[in-house]
């Protein structure tokens, strides 16, 4: 059964840090183009950063420079470090995976994405 499972939400100042962890299960998690989404009040779901299957990082801009993605192969595990948290970032935190073939514009897509996982809260008070 192929699983996702986040961890390590919190609440934290502004300007703190969290790790964010997602563990996969039932498939290679470096076989896909894997992506931090985030949902904040009243907002639609956005990508925050992606790794493709070649280990290749992207980021939205408005996250370039404090958030750093990475993959652990040997434990099928996902990160999300997060600097300098700012109050407008708190919200549901999701792990993703997508297609290996995402590209361009899609890889920061929702909609590109076929398995999610539960989420995992994150709150910046100021």
């Known amino acids: 059964q192929v699983k996702r499972k986040e961890s390590g939400g919190g609440s934290v100042q502004s300007g703190g840090s969290l790790k964010l962890s997602c563990v996969s299960s039932?498939?290679?998690?470096?076989?896909?183009?894997m992506g931090w989404f985030r949902q904040t009040l009243g907002q639609e779901r956005e990508g925050v950063a992606t790794?493709?299957?070649?280990?290749?990082?992207r980021y939205a801009d408005s996250v370039k420079g404090r958030f750093t993605i990475s993959q652990e192969n040997a434990k099928n595990t996902l990160y999300l470090q997060m600097n300098s948290l700012k109050p407008e970032e708190t919200g549901m935190y999701y792990c993703?995976?997508?297609?290996?073939?995402?590209?361009?514009?899609?890889?920061?897509?929702?909609?590109?994405?076929?398995?999610w996982g539960q989420g995992t809260q994150v709150t910046v008070s100021s």
């Open positions: 993703a995976a997508g297609s290996s073939a995402l590209r361009g514009s899609w890889l920061f897509s929702r909609a590109a994405y076929a398995y």
């Open positions: 039932g498939y290679t998690a470096s076989d896909y183009c």
């Open positions: 790794i493709d299957k070649d280990g290749v990082t």
